[in-house]
């Protein structure tokens, strides 16, 4: 078992910044997989950006723009997110993968408006 705590929503403007956190319950050394989804209403759910041990991957849309890090020592994986655009609005989701089980955090509100 895994639980994931996301936190870090909230409402910015446009070219703004935020850093979502998701903090999970077993070390995140021996997980293999930690990804950031999203899902904006009436869309479906999208991969954002995920690491794999020291392998980063991002979406097309946030590369340049959103950074995936994880700090060991805190069992945390965070989402910067920089320039901020209307698009990015959603909630925002963390995933992970152990022992070929997936796990869900309950999500974060991301909501990007003048």
């Known amino acids: 078992q895994v639980q994931l705590v996301e936190s870090g929503g909230g409402l910015v403007q446009p070219g703004g910044s935020l850093r979502l956190s998701c903090a999970a319950s077993h070390n995140i050394v021996e997980i293999a997989l930690v990804g950031w989804y999203r899902q904006a209403p009436g869309k479906q759910r999208e991969l954002v950006a995920r690491?794999?041990?020291?392998?980063?991957t991002y979406a097309d849309s946030v590369k340049g723009r959103f950074t995936i890090s994880r700090d060991i020592a805190k069992n945390t994986v965070y989402l910067d997110m920089n320039n901020l655009k209307p698009e990015d609005t959603a909630v925002y989701y963390c995933?992970?993968?152990?022992?070929?089980?997936?796990?869900w955090g309950q999500g974060t509100q991301v909501t990007v408006s003048s």
């Open positions: 995933n992970a993968a152990l022992y070929s089980t997936g796990y």
């Open positions: 690491i794999r041990g020291g392998t980063t």
